[in-house]
């Protein structure tokens, strides 16, 4: 048999690069990771509630979130932890379920919550990131001030790292917060007819307590709070807004006399503004939708589940409002007029009919996760029933050769010059056999 397959250097090279190139094909779609991601499929939810005891956090903030987050579809354990001023959920999910489908049915939980957890406490996800993952902590260092650097820290460095491709989560701390102490008189406040109350809401609209995180501008929407009466509108908030530059249009042209002509005005800003959106999000689905046959399973994947993110976070937004519009427009003012109330309650309409989208891209989306999810499973057996073919074919043949090859002396007509061929006719043989029995048990049927 050596000698034979050194006579023939063109077939043993041939079937040397055969051999290569199915080695390579296997290497190139086998999926194979040098350190193997042992972690669970887990997903972190945590809410802080500053300056209450763990018994506190426990009983109104970590108890209910275990509760209402349990049930999920393939959830197995559900643990929870109260600090001082936080809690935390750790869901841990079945291993077949993808992590990104799965953070996105704790976020739809999370947003029915509604007023269930106290006032001022907002649960957020925790970083997508696995115990596989590494840690790196760092100093800033300056002739600045403990809060001058944290200032810098949390506005410069934190911003400019988290765009750093692979970073799940940044997390300062130490150094100073710059806080605000307000001092007033109750009876000063009393006069003009306001309460503590009154105090503690309208400070709490001018900033947010962000405790140890950095701000997240991420958001695409932010709520506001604005006081109408008569000719006078007050607003405690400094962000800039794009639906503002409609309004600043409209009051430089004069055509803005009162409260009432501000709110009408800014409620058909933001929805005009945010309509054409929602309207990209939904054809960026049905592209989605038209290659998923033909397009790349994990791109596909990653681009719905970015829709359905950005469909949850406008929704979350618009949903709980909708309403206002209409029922400012019912309120008996005199400084709301009759064409105020038809833009108010026109934009309530495109408010109303704008969640309705939303929720459809969000079903959608949902739906074509699944299917793709199925899709990357199909072809993922296909590939194994590929190479179990290769293996089935391969593996009688090489069995045989390596017999003839330890028994040449007793191989049957081993001198004459057809017995090569010989022994590569009975290969073929056996390799057609297999794979008629294959066709016959409908193994290779696609």
């Known amino acids: 048999m050596l000698a034979t397959v050194i006579r023939h250097p063109f077939l043993t090279l041939g079937a040397a690069l055969a051999l290569a190139c199915a080695g390579l094909w296997a290497w190139r779609g086998i999926p194979v990771d040098a350190i193997p991601d042992l972690s669970d499929n887990q997903v972190i939810v945590w809410a802080e509630w500053p300056g209450q005891n763990p018994e506190d956090v426990e009983r109104q903030v970590t108890s209910r979130l275990t509760r209402e987050l ?51 406490v907002a649960p957020k996800l925790g970083p997508d990131a696995t115990a596989m993952g590494q840690v790196y902590a760092f100093t800033l260092q300056g002739p600045r001030d403990v809060e001058a650097r944290r200032r810098v820290l949390d506005h410069l460095v934190t911003p400019a790292l988290r765009g750093v491709p692979g970073v799940a989560e940044v997390a300062p701390a130490g150094g100073v917060v710059r806080e605000f102490q ?45 006081w109408v009466e008569g000719p006078r ?48 999000l939904g054809e960026e689905l049905d592209d989605c939708e038209e290659s998923i046959e033909t397009g790349d399973v994990y791109s596909l994947r990653r681009r719905i589940a970015v829709l359905r993110s950005q469909a949850i976070i406008l929704r979350r937004f618009i949903a709980p409002d909708r309403n206002a519009p209409a029922t400012m427009a019912q309120l008996e003012f005199e400084w709301i007029s009759h064409e105020d109330r038809m833009h108010l309650r026109d934009a309530a309409d495109r408010f109303a009919r704008m969640a309705e989208e939303l929720e459809a891209v969000r079903e959608r989306a949902a739906l074509l996760h699944e299917q793709l999810t199925d899709l990357r499973a199909e072809q993922i057996d296909r590939r194994s029933l590929e190479i179990a073919v290769v293996a089935f074919i391969f593996l009688p043949l090489t069995f045989v050769t390596g017999l003839l090859g330890m028994n040449v002396a007793g191989i049957p007509f081993a001198d004459h010059p057809w017995a090569f061929w010989g022994v590569v006719a009975f290969c073929l043989v056996i390799g057609a056999a297999v794979i008629g029995w294959f066709m016959v048990r409908q193994w290779l049927a696609d």
């Open 70 to 120: 349990q049930g999920l579809p393939g959830i197995v354990t559900v643990r929870g932890l109260s600090l001082y001023g936080a809690g935390y959920v750790y869901l841990i999910f079945e291993e077949r379920r993808d992590l990104y489908a799965c953070r996105n049915r704790v976020l739809e939980r999370l947003g029915q919550l509604g007023n269930l957890l106290p006032p001022g």
């Open 182 to 226: 307000v001092d007033f008189d109750p009876a000063r406040l009393a006069a003009r007819g306001m309460t503590a109350e009154d105090l503690l809401a309208a400070l709490a609209g001018a900033g947010r307590d962000t405790g140890l995180m950095s701000v997240d501008d991420s958001d695409p929407l932010v709520s506001i709070r604005v």
């Open 233 to 280: 509108v007050t607003s405690v908030s400094r962000r800039p807004l794009a639906a503002l530059g409609k309004v600043e249009t409209a009051m430089r042209a004069g055509r803005l006399k009162d409260g009432g002509d501000f709110v009408s005005t800014l409620a058909q800003a933001i929805s005009i503004e945010l309509d054409p959106k929602i309207v990209e």
